[in-house]
């Protein structure tokens, strides 16, 4: 049986101890078709990520914004999407 989430600090550092040691696969639409051997899908997922938008491909777009350094975001936002802190 599951156990109940809390915030208690041990059981936050369980937490912190189990997701470095194990990767997670997020649910997301490309993850659930990457399960999936089909050349045709793989054509399409290559494809979407190569399609370039405001300078960069997809993927570029992918990596740049979930990187974990937000001023390379916000860099990347500015200089591609004219979109700065003053916004």
């Given at each position: ?39 045709g899908?793989?054509?399409f ?41 003053d916004?």
């Amino acid at each position: 049986m599951a156990e109940d989430y809390s915030p208690e600090r041990d059981y936050q550092l369980r937490i912190a101890e189990l997701t470095s040691k194990f990767t997670y696969r997020g649910d997301t639409n490309y993850a659930k078709i990457d399960r999936i051997d089909h050349a045709g899908i793989e054509e399409f997922k290559r494809s979407v990520m190569e399609r370039r938008i405001k300078g960069r491909t997809v993927d570029e777009w992918r990596r740049t914004l979930t990187h974990k350094d937000d001023g390379v975001v916000a860099a990347a936002l500015a200089d591609h999407l004219e979109i700065g802190s003053d916004v």
